[in-house]
């Protein structure tokens, strides 16, 4: 009966501490939940306080106004994390990039002794972004991973820093006139997609506005130099079915200078083409009535160089002018058809001087070849002689 109540006594016991650890997890869960929200809504709060106050008509969305009436002035720059893929035959490359821009919002002036962070994706949409784009990429991503990778931060006065990581696969027009020995320039184009420069001007930073990574080592190019500079230019927008409005816009342009690395193009093609041209010229030492060993020797050559050609010329675009490896490659074509046209030559004239030979001179053909037959026995007798010590040689291998 005692051990009876004494399990039951310690079962009642167990459930009773199960009971209250749940009761403890759940309280912290909801602690938590509350902590986030609390931190949610201090973020948010500057929005709303500083909006609290306007007017109906005030958005803090649409774009905002200076006390001057000038347009509103954005500054932008960005950090290259990574810059690589330069895909030659497609004329495109890939980038990593923080940009960075900067604007002052009225509207947003709050009380608070320093700036405000905000990390949180709903605070984005309470609040006027520029509407910048990059004209020339293909394709372009915020990064997300672990979380979105932005960051927003607001003075007391208004002035708005904003950070974002983009990655992007641009446009880079190649100009091969003078490949492998070119130089490149690869652009990243900003400009906005709805504003004029009446109402947002969009300009660099004063101080170093374009930093990359020291780390970047592209295989085949290396970096020079990158230059800020602008492209604003006259367009139209608006566009109805009869009619469209014409504007003058702020554009960014940043000039990405690349060189071409000279080793990999001379080790798989200047060399090895050079060295195909050079066998070709041993034909001139072998005898011209050996017609079967030259002709073998300048077709190889010939064919060895175009297939070469070919795969090189594989990764590049086919563009519609000349560049500098093909008229490489049409020299180094042009040495191959000579030896093989100075062998057809040489063994034309010498077939037309054994004709002429004997008509002219009979008897010095019947003495040529007597000479002939006579090389021939003695190289078949110096054979016979060899013969043994051939045999010693193969036996002893």
């Keep these: 009966m005692a051990a009876s109540v004494a399990f039951r006594s310690f079962s009642a016991w167990t459930v009773y501490v199960a009971l209250i650890g749940t009761v403890r997890s759940q309280d912290h869960v909801i602690d938590m939940e509350m902590g986030m929200h609390e931190d949610r809504e201090s973020q948010v709060g500057v929005l709303a306080a500083s909006t609290q106050t306007l007017p109906t008509n005030a958005v803090p969305t649409s774009l905002p106004t200076t006390s001057d009436g000038k347009p509103v002035s954005v500054y932008c720059g960005f950090f290259i994390e990574s810059l690589g893929d330069i895909r030659q035959s497609e004329m495109t490359y890939d980038l990593d990039i923080y940009f960075h821009q900067t604007w002052r919002d009225p509207r947003l002036n709050h009380t608070n002794s320093g700036a405000k962070a905000m990390n949180d994706q709903n605070s984005l949409s309470g609040m006027w972004l520029p509407d910048l784009y990059f004209a020339n990429a293909k394709r372009a991503s915020f990064q997300t991973v672990t979380v979105p990778n932005f960051a927003l931060y607001i003075e007391p006065d208004g002035t708005v820093a904003y950070s974002s990581r983009i990655t992007m696969h641009l446009a880079c027009n190649l100009q091969l006139r003078n ?16 504003h004029t420069k009446n109402d947002m001007k969009v300009d660099w930073f004063e101080q ?3 930093r990359h990574n020291g780390d970047i080592d592209l295989p085949e190019f290396h970096i020079k130099k990158i230059e800020p500079t602008h492209c604003n230019g006259t367009f139209v927008y608006s566009r109805t079915e009869k009619k469209g409005k014409i504007g003058e816009f702020s554009c960014l342009l940043a000039n990405i200078h690349l060189k071409r690395s000279i080793g990999y193009h001379l080790v798989q093609t200047y060399i090895p083409t050079g060295m195909i041209v050079i066998i070709s010229w041993v034909s001139f030492w072998i005898d011209p009535m050996a017609v079967p060993a030259r002709v073998s020797l ?15 010329r594989y990764s590049l675009p086919p563009v519609s002018y000349a560049k500098a490896i093909d008229y490489w490659y049409g020299t180094c074509m042009l040495f191959l058809f000579a030896a093989l046209l100075e062998f057809a030559v040489v063994n034309s004239y010498m ?8 008509l002219c001179n009979p008897n010095s053909n019947k003495a040529h070849a007597e000479a002939r037959r006579g090389s021939a026995r003695g190289e078949a007798k110096r054979e016979k002689e060899n013969l043994p010590f051939f045999g010693i040689c193969l036996s002893v291998v």
């Design 208 to 210: 170093d506005p374009i």
């Design 298 to 312: 300048s077709f190889t050559t010939l064919l060895t160089l175009a297939t070469q050609g070919t795969g090189i």
């Design 351 to 358: 077939r037309k001087s054994q004709k002429f030979d004997v």
């Design 179 to 194: 490949y492998p020995l070119d130089n490149q320039i690869c652009s990243v184009k900003i400009l906005s997609y709805t």
